[in-house]
């Protein structure tokens, strides 16, 4: 089975998305991940020390913000 989780960012224009961790949490077979961006570009600059957001580059489609942890929102 596989698991996933979102992080919701919200941009400081409204526009919001998600990154979407995916992994497979089966016993007994291979293990794997990946990182997708739900409704999100992945153009942004970010150059902070959090991996996640190294890895997916989140950015704004709508403004075309970099978005960082900072942009972090509970749904």
Not at 2 to 11: N, P
Not at 39 to 51: I, T
Not at 53 to 58: C, E, M, Y
């Amino acid at each position: 089975m596989t698991m996933r989780t979102r992080t919701w960012l919200l941009c400081s224009c409204g526009h919001r998305g998600a990154i979407v961790e995916s992994e497979n949490d089966q016993p007994y077979s291979a293990s794997w991940s990946s990182n997708d961006l739900l409704d999100l570009e992945n153009k942004g600059q970010y150059r902070g020390s959090d991996a996640l957001f190294l890895a997916t580059r989140p950015s704004c489609p709508k403004c075309g913000a970099t978005l960082t942890p900072e942009n972090i929102v509970q749904i």
